[in-house]
């Protein structure tokens, strides 16, 4: 389960072949752990799913338009749904292609793709976390 107040790093690197180290703290400790899990999955794969699934280009979640309305038909009025989660689990993607380097985050992107399904970048972004989740857990 996520930790509140540790942070995980999942670190792939590609020179002629893939290799990936998952970076962890112990639990009730200071340790930061690592493990590699090249291994684990067929990378190959896995990078053409993150791909699939926009790694490269998604923006950052505060840029996103999650505006959402609900129709009163007894006012005639469109009411804005707003809605915001107070705490979860945060992400961070980072990369660096050649000369380019990117970030961007996203919090709790499966419960919010599920209130604002309009809004593929955030499925998009549950499945890539969903991805890293299922390849680093025991």
């Known amino acids: 389960s996520p930790s509140f107040e540790y942070t995980n790093y999942t670190i792939l690197t590609f020179n002629k072949e893939w290799s990936a180290k998952y970076f962890y703290y112990e639990p009730d400790t200071d340790s930061l752990l690592s493990k590699d899990i090249t291994h684990k999955v067929n990378i190959d794969t896995l990078f053409a799913i993150l791909v699939a699934n926009n790694i490269f280009s998604l923006p950052d979640q505060h840029s996103l338009k999650t505006k959402k309305y609900s129709y009163n038909p007894e006012t005639n009025e ?42 593929y970048e955030l499925r998009k972004f549950a499945n890539i976390a969903e991805i890293f989740n299922e390849w680093t857990k025991e």
């Open 78 to 119: 469109f009411i804005d749904s707003n809605w915001a989660v107070d705490d979860g689990v945060d992400y961070s993607i980072e990369f660096k292609v050649g000369d380019l380097y990117r970030q961007y985050s996203y919090s709790n992107p499966d419960i919010y793709a599920d209130f604002y399904p309009q809004v």
